[in-house]
């Protein structure tokens, strides 16, 4: 009952927002402006029967999921070491400020001149995850109880153990939260990195090509796919981290 409900509030919500693009795009009568909802869905369609697309989909995905994965481990790399040594924490505050100050243009900017357009997208998308997942890792260490490591110490339980039962289920649920906001920034900046650089095979390319021959029906065909692969991988990053938190409890 309680499903059901669910489900009919989600198609609800779309058929409502469905409605208003329609009675939008009627409205403005120029798909060059605004396209239509059959006018995007008709454009996917003929993208969808072209080789280029998979390419670009899976190149894209490979790419930006790189660069997530880099700056997750950078980041909890970084927010363990920083945590653990003073002299650490104070040598790289000005470069974890500095990341999260540059505008992210700056970065595929200069990127762009230091790496090939192939490379620019994975690197920027890591630099923008670093700085969440570091600070989330930093700040949940600083809250795991002290009483509990202490009684640790007292029983000479072994580092390891006190590593997997007591430090990583208090990070945990902080760590889950960095990780699905940075999966979807990641995703923004590295489409945006793409959009300028152009690599070959890329979604951003497709965005670009769009945009320059004002293809707007393909440019929201793009955009709804990027929607809808961002969504999927941030679906996809929350099982496995469930999953990963039902195997430490067992």
């Known amino acids: 009952m309680r499903m059901s409900k669910k489900v009919l509030q989600t198609l609800g919500t779309a058929v409502f927002w469905l409605a208003v693009w329609f009675g939008a795009a009627a409205a403005v009568g120029s798909e060059v402006l605004l396209p239509s909802p059959t006018q995007t869905l008709r454009a996917l369609a003929d993208l969808l029967q072209t080789a280029t697309f998979y390419k670009s989909v899976v190149f894209s995905v490979l790419r930006l999921s790189l660069g997530y994965v880099a700056g997750v481990t950078a980041g909890v790399l970084f927010g363990a070491l920083t945590y653990r040594f003073a002299a650490l924490r104070t040598l790289f505050a000005p470069l974890i400020s500095g990341v999260k100050a540059t505008p992210v243009a700056s970065f595929i900017i200069l990127l762009f001149v230091w790496f090939s357009n192939g490379t620019v997208a994975a690197v920027t998308s890591s630099l923008i995850v670093l700085p969440i997942i570091w600070s989330a890792v930093f700040t949940a260490l600083g ?71 004002l293809d707007i029906p393909s440019l929201f065909a793009w955009t709804l796919v990027v929607v809808l692969v961002s969504v999927m991988l941030e679906k996809l990053l929350v099982k496995l981290v469930l999953r990963n938190k039902k195997g430490a409890a067992k």
């Open 143 to 213: 809250e795991v109880d002290g009483q509990l490591l202490e009684m640790a110490r007292v029983f000479g339980v072994p580092k390891r153990r006190v590593l997997a039962k007591i430090v990583v289920p208090s990070v945990r649920p902080s760590f889950k939260g960095a990780a699905a906001t940075a999966m979807g920034l990641c995703w923004k900046a590295g489409i945006a990195a793409e959009v300028i650089c152009s690599p070959k095979n890329s979604i951003g390319a497709g965005l670009y090509d769009a945009k320059i021959y």
